[in-house]
């Protein structure tokens, strides 16, 4: 459906690269997040995708037709691709319906069209208000309505919820992707919540520096993050060091980087690897509680455990099947 | 997965060449076409160099130079510590202090510039004359006039500045009212008082902005004929008429004209470095109030003075004479000729507003839809036309044309066997081709800052919807800069109105602007009559100044 090939964007010239070497396929019907802190190269790369940027090198093929290449440009609005905007960009002086109809103007049955999408994603009854008179989540709604309406081969959705606070923002997104599960569109959803990304894709692509660092499904890339990047993007995790490898006794391959999932830590039980440690300071963040622990060796180590009841000497391990290993 | 090891070579020349030729669209040549276009004055002039100067040059060289340079330089630091003065005290004033009539103040300092300089150098002519107003008052009150000269280069330094001095005005109270007030609250909590907040503060950081202000004002002192010739002070701006219409030697003026760009482009230039030296990044202010200070009587008097000093001098004072002889030679003048003169100065204006507006706004968008980065860049070149002064914009619009011409009488001589005369030169398509030319960029900021405020994910979403460039600016975009099209075509309309260099020498013999009307009876030993077509043109340009002030305010 989406095939890119070594795509590399620079706007200064080469001296630093946007985006560098980056190549990835996307089957039909497949949802897929691209996950990156902000600087990663995760807009670009949907802008260069959308034909709003020009690339410097790579190819982009959409479905089977080539639209990007150092020879030939498809205009993005030959594209077929619908992009919902972070901030929505709705049409300020144009009606809610008269956004949905603009991109489907040619359309013999575009009023019934338009008043179809506007029911998926329920906003029947509110055609006639204008954009300032909308919430920022039925704004964000009529973004998506407009995006669907003429049918797009791929759907882009940058930084869709960003915009939103976080009780409208978990209830928006599941409505979303019902809708995008329901019309079986080719969707990319651009975001840097890690949360968002595993609630709803079926695929993640992590981005770092203008690099795909690792595309894999959701659950493989919690079980099998390929660095350690990647696992602490999902969660806090504790990189294991030489230091803290004496501390547990654990000797491990040497050629190889080591971290464990702060949630893989077990306080005072049996397991393969255990030291004691002596509580310094104890921090209340609601549901956590942060531990600041000195080890037997005299190495310092802070973790988060939902335990309440921590006495001033603890004993902390883990097993070795929790263990992450990355050979780089 | 194919491994592009050759990033390496992503921009070596053949790569980038590679690029330029997929990246290069029809804008990117509509671009550059513009662009030529409104480069072809100064193109031609540079061309026409070639050609040598004329027989006079070695005697203005000797004798004539050295008095258009020291002139020119004179008025430039004169008018430039004046206007600063003027302009930077009252900005100040209006945006720290509260004092009566300080609204109305406001937008009165602004005035002034609805009064082209030559028509305030009339006015000022007929108050410090023999039997004029200065003299006609002394004797009222029973003392001996003691008459001051201004009709000389610092009388005509002051003209110009209480005429031009609105710019520096405008562009410092702008930034002291966006600027100011976060940072002197900080600069009060630490201590440190108003006036020295004022001169180790505020003016460094205004001095950007009062810098942009007073080029403009130099440019505008650069471009003056008409208060120049009136008052016998030769600068290059008369000379290039004089070497044109008296000497008709038009390499002599092509010369003059070069020279004269060559030192405009050095201000230009000036201006360039000393922003990129100090690059104060402007801050967001969330506090949309500026306190004034509250003050007592005395001070708060003295501050009103000091502002309507210079409203007086560059307002009221000029157009209180221009009424009284307007009151005296109303039934000579005011004739249905007028009129029709009138209504086509009215015509030529909003003629050229519409084609300078449409102009811009394709220049804009043009180089908005275009890829390449040069050509971008390329299209801010096009309004450079607002620093070269009229006269010289207009020599280099007559060598093209007329060369277009002769060439085009010729072929359809030949082909056709068709006797024409002139086409361009001397019809009303060059004058509008030349007002274009140098008001572009009066047209093409105003439409720019609105064109800005769009954020640019509403035009890419309508072309992600299937709308290619054309359509989306129709549908889209014109909609949302509306207002920013109404005040260029506004401005332009008014600054057409008070042209005068330019209009002199390009406009068609059967027309007539109310500008040179005003400046014909001027020159004509009629200057009381020059009062009812000046006037004409200060009504005319005041009311929207007014109304673009409060557009200003509101925002």
Redesign the interface.
């Given at each position: 459906m989406l095939t890119i090939n070594s795509l590399s964007k620079s706007f200064d010239k080469g001296r630093s690269f946007a985006l560098k070497d980056v190549s990835f396929n996307l089957g039909k019907g497949d949802v897929c997040a691209i996950v990156g802190e902000s600087g990663s190269g995760k807009t670009t790369l949907v802008r260069l995708i959308a034909g709003l940027e020009r690339p410097d090198h790579g190819t982009i093929e959409l479905a089977g037709e080539m639209v990007s290449s150092l020879k030939k440009l498809v205009a993005p609005e030959k594209r077929k691709i619908g992009l919902v905007f972070q901030e929505y960009a709705l049409f300020p002086h144009l009606t809610l319906l008269q956004n949905v109809l603009y991109g489907i103007s040619k359309l013999k049955d575009k009023l019934n069209r338009a008043k179809e999408v506007l029911d998926l994603v329920g906003l029947k009854g509110m055609e006639d208000r204008y954009p300032h008179q909308l919430s920022g989540g039925q704004q964000q709604r009529v973004a998506l309505a407009r995006a669907l309406a003429p049918n797009p081969a791929l759907l882009i959705l940058d930084e869709p919820f960003s915009n939103l606070d976080a009780m409208l923002r978990k209830q928006l997104r599941n409505q979303v992707f019902e809708i995008i599960k329901k019309t079986g569109v080719t969707a990319i959803f651009v975001t840097h919540d890690t949360q968002d990304a595993l609630s709803v894709a079926d695929e993640i692509l992590i981005l770092q520096s203008g690099k795909v660092v690792q595309k894999d499904e959701a659950a493989n890339l919690y079980i099998k993050p390929n660095s350690v990047y990647v696992a602490s993007l999902f969660g806090n995790t504790i990189q294991l060091n030489k230091a803290l490898q004496s501390a547990f006794e654990c000797p491990l391959n040497a050629n190889c980087c080591h971290a464990i999932r702060n949630e893989s830590l077990t306080i005072n039980s049996e397991c393969e690897y255990v030291t004691h440690a002596q509580v310094l300071k104890k921090t209340f963040l609601g549901d956590n509680i942060q531990l600041m622990l000195k080890l037997d060796n005299g190495e310092q180590l802070t973790v988060l455990t939902k335990e309440r009841n921590i006495e001033d000497k603890i004993m902390i391990g883990f097993n070795s099947k929790d263990v992450l290993e990355f050979t780089s | 997965?194919?491994?592009?090891g050759?990033?390496s070579d992503?921009?070596s020349l053949k790569?980038r060449l590679?690029?330029l030729q997929?990246?290069s669209n029809k804008w990117s040549i509509f671009t550059l076409a513009i662009v030529l276009f409104l480069a072809l004055p100064v193109i031609s002039i540079g061309v026409k160099l070639l050609d040598g100067p004329g027989e006079t040059w070695s005697h203005i060289v000797d004798h004539l130079l050295i008095d258009y340079i020291g002139n020119s330089l004179f008025l430039v630091f004169a008018c430039s510590v004046l206007v600063l003065l003027f302009g930077i005290s009252s900005a100040w004033f209006v945006s720290r202090f509260e004092f009566p009539f300080r609204e109305q103040m406001e937008w009165l300092l602004i005035l002034p510039l609805a009064i082209p300089s030559y028509i305030v150098a009339y006015a000022y002519a007929g108050i410090f004359d023999y039997g004029g107003s200065m003299d006609l008052l002394f004797r009222w009150i029973g003392l001996d006039f003691i008459r001051i000269d201004i009709m000389n280069k610092s009388g005509l330094a002051f003209i110009l500045s209480v005429s031009l001095f609105p710019y520096v005005y405008v562009s410092a109270r702008a930034f002291f009212l966006n600027q100011a007030s976060n940072l002197l609250e900080a600069s009060k909590m630490l201590g440190v008082g108003e006036l020295k907040s004022f001169f180790n503060l505020m003016l460094p950081l205004a001095r950007p902005a009062i810098i942009a202000g007073l080029i403009l004002v130099l440019m505008e002192v650069l471009n003056d004929y008409g208060a120049a010739q009136y008052y016998g002070v030769n600068t290059f701006t008369t000379g290039i008429f004089r070497a044109w219409f008296s000497l008709e030697e038009p390499e002599t003026a092509v010369y003059l004209s070069a020279l004269l760009i060559i030192i405009v482009f050095a201000l230009i230039l000036f201006e360039k470095w000393q922003r990129r030296k100090k690059k104060f990044s402007p801050l967001k202010s969330n506090d949309i109030y500026t306190h004034r200070k509250l003050i007592s009587t005395w001070p708060r008097t003295g501050i009103f003075i000091a502002v309507l000093f210079p409203v007086l001098l560059g307002f009221f004072l000029p157009v209180s004479q221009l009424i009284y002889w307007a009151y005296l030679t109303y039934s000579k003048v005011f004739n249905p000729d007028f009129l029709m003169l009138s209504l086509q100065s009215f015509g030529i204006a909003i003629l050229t507003a519409a084609v300078t507006v449409f102009f811009a706004t394709l220049l804009i968008y043009f180089s908005k839809w275009s890829?390449l980065g040069f050509i971008r860049n390329l299209a801010r070149m096009g309004i450079l036309g607002y620093a070269i002064p009229g006269a010289v914009i207009a020599i280099g619009i007559m060598i093209p044309t007329l060369a277009f011409d002769k060439w085009l009488i010729n072929m359809l001589d030949y082909f056709f066997n068709i006797q024409s005369g002139f086409l361009i030169h001397g019809t009303l398509v060059a004058l509008v081709y030349a007002y274009c030319v140098r008001f572009l960029a009066v047209a093409f900021n105003p439409i720019e800052s609105t064109a800005l405020k769009v954020?640019s994910?509403?035009p890419?979403?309508?072309?992600?919807?299937?709308?290619?460039n054309l359509r989306t600016f129709m549908?889209?975009e014109l909609?949302?800069i509306k207002t920013g099209l109404l005040s260029a075509f506004i401005l332009v309309f008014i600054d057409v109105l008070k042209e005068l260099p330019l209009t002199l020498i390009l406009k068609p013999f059967d027309v007539n602007t109310l500008a040179v009307k005003a400046f014909e009876y001027a020159s004509d030993e009629m200057v009381m009559e020059a009062s009812i077509p000046s006037l004409f043109i200060i009504f005319t340009a005041a009311l929207p100044v007014i109304f673009l002030n409060k557009l200003l305010i509101k925002k």
């Open positions: - | 997965m194919r491994q592009a050759n990033n992503i921009f790569y590679r690029r997929r990246d890829f954020n994910s509403i890419d979403s309508s072309k992600m919807l299937g709308v290619g549908k889209i909609p949302l």
